[in-house]
């Protein structure tokens, strides 16, 4: 059994005019959506093995974020440059290289290649992925190599809009 998770990075700022896009930081709203979805995926007990992240600021603080909260040290946390705006045949290529020794992944990119490797992986889609959404998609494989498109399936779809009173 594999289990990878996909999460898109929290809400980010456009408020610097003519800033590089890698560098864009998260906004007031990604800078609590990010602590709380962490908080809230560590409450479901879903144990994560790895993180890999895109190398983006906000990818980047995103993941950090959720580090923290599920007390993964940087020895098991990986930047990984090919996931900045990764097309679903780039990042699946990512996870065909993760190592197998880690069965429970979790992954920070973005839009649109982790809503498409999301339908790449599963019969089930999860649409336009929101900002600091996550979806979980179950296998059963050996090794990370043997994912195909489809061999998945979708457990389950959080963001952070279905939390707000």
Known sequence: MRTLYFCRHAKSSWAEPGQDDFDRPLNERGSRDAPNMARLFKERGDPVDLIVSSAANRALTTARAFAREL???DDHFIQEPLLYHASSTIIASVVARLPDDCKRVMLFGHNP???EVVEHFSTDGV??????GIA???FVAERWNELVRDSGSLVWFDYPKRHQQ
């Open 71 to 73: 007390r993964i040290g």
């Open 113 to 115: 290649g982790f809503s």
């Open 136 to 138: 979980r998609i179950d």
């Open 127 to 132: 649409g336009d992925m929101p900002t600091c």
